[in-house]
């Protein structure tokens, strides 16, 4: 076994996956910190914003669980959900990009590593942004870059504040220069708002 599939299989032992606000569907009742292992109920855990109560912790946090911690219950409206990665480079290292897709999006539900909407926080909106670790990284592609520049510019166009919960690491290199460019065109949306 190499070492990248030991620490794959370790991250297997530990709890990821969807969890919702209000029931225990999903990954079980019970969940093992990632650094001292100690297993907690669920909800005790999520309540405490995934931080252990044991050694104190700040157990990594999903899109999903994110926007329930921000946003007021249900009140949030996803925007672009349908938009999906390609591969024009036809890039390959270890693995095909077009492969290292397909597993995220299986693995996560998501179609690539932001998610992007709008909300209420006690009844006042806002646009909200949630990237996704889990997603190769919470790297940012075409996709990823075309999504927050879109809430930020339907913040503007509505007059609403947004928030931008950033969980990356860094641009997808998959993508090469198309991801490189997204910086660019975030800091453009930005500019005017
Ligand atoms: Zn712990």
Redesign the pocket.
Known sequence: MSLIDWFAARRKDQFVGKVSQDTDEGDGLWVK?S????VAYRKDLISNFNV?S????HNRINSDERINIIADKNSFKEFDSSLSPTDPLGFKDRRAYADRIKESQAGTGLRDGVVTGICSVNSMPLALAVMDFRFMGGSMGSVVGEKITRIIERATLENFPILIVCASGGARMQEGMLSLMQMAKISGALKKT
């Open positions: 910190c650094e001292c292992s100690q252990c044991n050694c104190g912790h």
